[in-house]
């Protein structure tokens, strides 16, 4: 009897000797989702398919035409009203930090549901015709040894915001439609084949993925490079971004090197406009009555909440004298408390009590560690005041342990830069916290505060933002970018030794890195009156600049050096600014569809 559509038999070819048991090992790997976006369902037909027209170890399968199996299928993304899919994909994982993200999915799914309901409204059912993509979502900072030192950590109370960040990008993926992977296992970059087409459209990991994917991909790693998002919490500078060029400007650093696309990298605060923010949602104030199951915490009791207590008594003990004090500093067992008698300390808590906790506070009490984590911002949305440090002289590679070796030149003029400049007063105090006077002053000023969050924060705004970013960002392509449009730009020239984003900030816009290729060209020059005596093309972070020294216009060779971030004594930064939405700087008025 002749076999049924569904039924193959493996073909006995001398020319495939390994056919056979290749297919053999594929029957029960079919659930890898890397052979799972090839079509493989465990059938021997999908598996001979796989194997002919993959990996060429089986003879070409006849009389079939299997092409849509590898190739992808274009679909509309369409708004999900559900989460359950993506519970299960993470929950095939496991750990502590695994467990803080899908509790975090969990405890926040309703608010992402009715974000993404609100976005349809706003639209139509499909996600304003943005097709389906296919993500892999690889944390590879909870992998291998650094992976076991990171779960350590966890399990004592940090660092959390980077789980933060994975947990909010793959409910804010999902709901807007795409195919979701999620893993933290290695033996998976190594399953797939690394031939095209690639299993995946878009591939989002941190430093420590990348490196493991550069192992398993071999020579293939710099054709597949422009699918990767990396998140990036304290940004890549670009003239730290090319190997060749960091060395030779002795610009040094245990990171950067990779040589991608500086928007590639994906940060969770706005404070490097070289790349691309992406940030993460802020819990907000829910009316709900929490009770505390500490006797003395009445419901509206004012107090504050410590961050990090060692060694800051004295501004501390300002506080508490206005205010009752708690901290959640984690404490080993049997070893005796280093925090100062007035303050109570609950301990490492779950993220559940921990807001319980942050919904009776009033005041939260930055001291200066850790550096621009989540937990500022959300403990104003719901209804505390940020109270924190200022940094005289600022902290930078040049004078601080923690951020010498990164890839960034930036000055932090604050333990949350972004909440001072972006914020600020009433909801962000940043104070002298060695002037008793100042500190005292701003207690009185705060304890009549109202919650607020920016719209960046949000379910809302973070959905707005990573769909224009897969609508619009393209890596891949050689031509120029198109995204901003030209008629968001608006250039300014910068004074001498300033960079393009103060030179932007002063005139309350940002830095757009992907709008300087019109600044590019001697005819710039020329539309901000200046008279070019020589024009040169030269590799280097600084330019398009003017140096008023014989009136030399220097030109940028290399587009991944097109940079915000840099400045020197003797140049003039040509700067292309942009405005940009209330409450959401990744974006200006006229870069979002119409509706969204």
């Not at 090839?38 to 993959?54: A, E, P, R």
């Not at 609950?346 to 005041?363: D, N, P, S, W, Y």
């Not at 719209?455 to 705004?461: A, P, V």
């Not at 932007?504 to 539309?527: G, I, K």
Request: aromatic share 10%; glycine share 8%.
């Amino acid at each position: 009897l002749p076999k049924g559509p569904s039924e193959c038999e493996v073909p006995m070819d001398t020319a495939y000797p390994v056919c056979a048991e290749k297919v053999e090992v594929r029957k029960w790997k079919y659930l890898d989702p890397c052979y799972a976006f090839y079509g493989v369902d465990g059938s021997t037909c999908s598996i001979l398919t796989y194997l002919s027209q993959i990996e060429d170890f089986c003879p070409s399968h006849l009389g079939k035409n299997h092409s849509a199996l590898v190739h992808c299928v274009c679909t509309q993304a369409e708004i999900r009203t559900s989460l359950s899919q993506l519970y299960e994909v993470i929950g095939n994982n496991s750990g502590a930090a695994i467990n803080f993200i899908l509790s975090r999915v969990q405890r926040m799914s309703e608010r992402w549901i009715q974000a993404g309901l609100r976005m349809r409204q706003r639209g139509n059912k499909t996600v304003f015709n943005q097709m389906r993509v296919r993500v892999l979502l690889y944390p590879g900072a909870l992998t291998g040894s650094v992976g076991q030192r990171f779960e350590a950590m966890v399990e004592r109370g940090g660092p959390l915001g980077e789980l933060v960040q994975w947990a909010d990008l793959s409910a804010c993926l999902t709901i807007l439609g795409h195919n979701i992977t999620f893993t933290t296992s290695q033996h998976q970059l190594h399953s797939c084949p690394i031939q095209r087409p690639l299993t995946f459209d878009l591939i989002y990991t941190d430093y420590h993925g990348l490196a493991h994917f550069q192992g398993a991909m071999g020579l293939a790693f710099q054709h597949y490079q422009c699918h990767f998002r990396i998140l990036d919490s304290f940004g890549t500078e670009p003239a730290f971004n090319l190997g060749s060029y960091t060395h030779s400007h002795g610009y040094k650093t245990l990171w950067g090197r990779w040589g991608l696309q500086p928007l590639q990298y994906m940060t969770m605060f706005p404070h490097t406009p070289d790349n691309s923010f992406l940030g993460f949602v802020s819990v907000e104030r829910t009316v709900c009555v929490c009770v505390w199951k500490d006797g003395d915490l009445a419901r509206y009791k004012i107090f504050t909440h410590v961050l990090f207590a060692q060694g800051k008594s004295e501004f501390v003990e300002v506080i508490s004298e206005q205010l009752e004090t708690h901290a959640t500093v984690y404490q080993p067992p049997g070893h005796t408390s280093s925090l100062p008698s007035f303050v109570k300390n609950h301990g490492l808590l779950t993220q559940e009590h921990f807001l319980r906790l942050l919904r009776r506070a009033k005041v939260f009490v930055g001291l200066g560690f850790p550096y621009e984590g989540p937990a500022p911002i959300e403990a104003i949305a719901l209804g505390c005041v940020f109270l924190q440090p200022r940094f005289d002289p600022p902290h930078s590679s040049n004078n601080n342990d923690f951020y010498k070796g990164k890839p960034t030149t930036r000055q932090i003029s604050s333990q949350h830069p972004y909440a001072e400049e972006f914020i600020g007063k009433p909801h962000v105090w940043t104070v002298d916290i060695t002037n008793r006077t100042d500190v005292q002053e701003a207690v009185k000023a705060i304890l009549h505060t109202e919650p607020f969050t920016p719209r960046e924060f949000t379910c809302d705004g973070m959905l707005e933002r990573v769909h224009a970013y897969i609508s619009h960002q393209d890596f891949c392509s050689k031509s120029v970018p198109t995204w901003p449009p030209e008629n968001a730009l608006r250039v300014h020239l910068g004074p001498l030794g300033q960079s393009c984003v103060s030179v932007c900030q002063h005139s309350a816009l940002v830095c757009e890195p992907a709008l300087f290729h019109h600044l590019n060209s001697p005819s710039a020059f020329t539309r901000l009156g200046l008279s070019c005596s020589s024009v040169g093309l030269e590799v280097n972070h600084l330019f398009p600049a003017y140096s008023p020294w014989g009136r030399h216009c220097g030109l940028q060779q290399e587009p991944r050096l097109f940079s915000c971030a840099g400045s020197d004594p003797s140049h003039r930064r040509l700067c292309p600014c942009r405005a940009y939405l209330p409450g959401q700087v990744a974006l200006c008025p006229n870069c979002v569809e119409t509706g969204l």
